[in-house]
């Protein structure tokens, strides 16, 4: 007897899986400055006994930072090697937030253009 009908190939089984995401979450962007010298300065006083404690960070830097809503979202494809592995050929990954600027750092939107292994869970 001829089996000559269509025949289901598992997913694990396809040489190229495509495959789309979007992701909601959040997202924080910190701008720190550091006045020239003054960490310097305030290590000669310490050493010194003229300053009353161990220049601490806070002492020397300033920190912008700001947090608020983000979302990504893309695809790409995948070259299967096996059951447990594949390539990532391509993943590309366009980022939205809505956040305002950190001092000049503006990060509202981004695209990011990846390629890596993949380790498949669930497909032993």
């Known amino acids: 007897m001829f089996d000559v009908g269509p025949r289901w190939t598992p997913r694990a089984a396809r040489r190229f899986s495509p495959f ?4 909601f979450g959040g997202r924080r962007i ?11 300065e305030l290590l000669k006083e310490w050493g ?9 960070r ?27 592995f594949a390539w990532r050929v391509l993943d ?3 980022s939205r ?6 001092d000049p750092v503006n990060a509202n939107q981004g695209v990011q253009v990846r390629s ?9």
């Open 20 to 23: 789309a995401e979007v992701m």
């Open 30 to 40: 910190t701008h720190d400055i550091q006045t020239p010298g003054l960490r310097e």
């Open 48 to 56: 010194l006994g003229e300053y009353p404690h161990f220049p601490k």
């Open 58 to 84: 806070s002492d020397y830097m300033v920190q912008y930072q700001e947090f608020g809503f983000a979302m990504t979202m893309g695809g790409g494809f995948d070259a299967v090697f096996g059951r447990a």
């Open 92 to 94: 590309v990954q366009y």
């Open 97 to 102: 937030s809505w956040l305002a600027a950190v």
């Open 116 to 124: 890596g292994i993949v380790l498949r869970f669930g497909t032993w």
